[in-house]
C-alpha cells in the first residue's frame, strides 16, 4: 500500500472508556456516540446468589442501586478485569471472565453458584447471555439497569471526516458500528476510514467503505490495541 498522510484516531466510546483507551495507544481525538442514561428499577423479590455485570457501566449501576437502598448480593461475576475493577470500586466481590460472553458463561458455570442470578444490563447488551444461562440450568432474572442515549459526533470530528487525511477508527460494539456508519453518512465522510473491529459481527455491522479493516484476535482491550497498531503499520509501509 502506498504511503499515506498522518492518519488520527477517532475513539467514539463512552467518555471514560474513551480517555483511558487514548492513554494506552498515546492520544486519540474522542467523540462519544453514547452517553449512559442510568435507571432506577426495583431489586425483584427474594434472595440472589450473585449479580452478573456485563460492562463498566453496569457495574457504576449497581453501585447506584445499592447508594439509594436496593439490596444486591456482594457476588457479582463479570465479563472482563475493567468491570471487574469498576465492581470492586462499587464494593462487590467480583470475579472476572477476562473475554467475552461465552468466557462470561463458562466462568459461572465452572463457579456454579446455588440460587437465583441477577443481571443487571443495558438496553442495548449484545448476545443473549439470560436465555443461554436458563439454558444451562441457571436461573436468571435479567434487569435494564441505563440505556445509552446516541449523540451526534463532535465538529471537531465530523471536521476530520469530511478531510482527506486517515482516520483509524476502533470499534467496539455492534451498535457502536451501526451508529457510526449512520455519522459516517450524516456528515458526508471524504477521509480513508480504517477500521479496527473488536469482533467479526462489529466488523459485520459496520456498512461502510473502508480502506484497511482489521479484526481483534480476541475481544478485549490488549487485542484491540495491536489491532490499532497493525492499522498504523499498513499505513505507513
Known sequence: MARQSQPTILLTRPLAQSERFAD?????VISPLMRPEFLSPPVPAGEFAAIILTSET?????????AAGGVLP????????????????????????????????ALINAAAPVGRLLLLRGQDSAGDLERRLISAGK?????????????????EAAGLLQGASPVI?????????RLMVGELRRVAATAPI????????VAEAFDFPTSLREIALRPDSAAMIRAVEAVRVSLAS
Open 169 to 177: 477508527l476502533p470499534i467496539f460494539s455492534p451498535r457502536s458500528a
Open 139 to 155: 436461573e436468571t432474572v435479567s434487569v435494564i439497569v441505563y440505556h445509552q442515549i446516541a449523540q451526534n459526533l463532535t465538529d
Open 58 to 66: 453496569g457495574a457504576e449501576a449497581a453501585g447506584r442501586i445499592s
Open 74 to 105: 456482594k457476588r457479582a461475576f463479570c465479563v472482563g478485569n475493567r468491570t471487574a475493577e469498576a465492581a470492586r470500586a462499587q464494593g462487590f466481590d467480583a470475579q472476572s471472565a477476562m473475554g467475552a460472553a461465552d468466557d462470561l458463561l
Open 194 to 201: 480504517c477500521l479496527a473491529a473488536l469482533s467479526p459481527a
Open 24 to 28: 494506552q495507544i498515546g492520544g486519540a
